[in-house]
């Protein structure tokens, strides 16, 4: 499977941004899909994940209420509508693909198998 992320941008605090993650090469639709964000300095960390079917959702903390994943599995796309935008949420904002246990949304790095390259989110205060 190959994951091509896109829509990232400078936007000032408060601003929104809406990510994409276009998949392809697999059966998209077999897929839990995460997204996680690594700031300069730090470790890559969870933001979100959507189940294979889109029926269950799962969000970090810091982004609860702000951020919104969704998929359209006819379009093989993956998307994080990001809402009320702040400084802390600067980093490179990578999805990635992964083997449902179909108990749980997968929120663990370790537990995805394929891996976009990164889109670059700067908020400006």
């Known amino acids: 499977v190959q994951l091509q992320a896109s829509g990232g941008g400078l936007v000032q605090a408060g601003g929104s941004l809406r990510l994409s993650c276009a998949a392809s090469?697999?059966?998209?639709?077999?897929?839990?899909m995460g997204w996680f964000r690594q700031a300069p300095g730090k470790e890559r960390e969870f933001v979100a994940a959507?189940?294979?079917?889109?029926?269950?959702?799962s969000y970090a903390d810091p982004v609860k209420g702000r951020f919104t994943i969704f998929r359209d599995n006819a379009k093989n796309t993956v998307f994080l509508q990001m809402n009320s935008l702040k400084p802390e949420d600067t980093a490179v904002y990578f999805c990635?693909?992964?083997?449902?246990?179909?108990?749980?949304?997968?929120?663990?790095?370790?537990?995805?198998?394929?891996w976009g390259q990164g889109t670059q989110v700067t908020v400006s205060s």
């Open positions: 990635a693909a992964g083997r449902p246990t179909y108990l749980i949304v997968i929120t663990t790095s370790t537990m995805y198998d394929y």
């Open positions: 959507v189940s294979w079917s889109g029926g269950r959702t």
């Open positions: 090469g697999g059966t998209f639709s077999r897929y839990d």
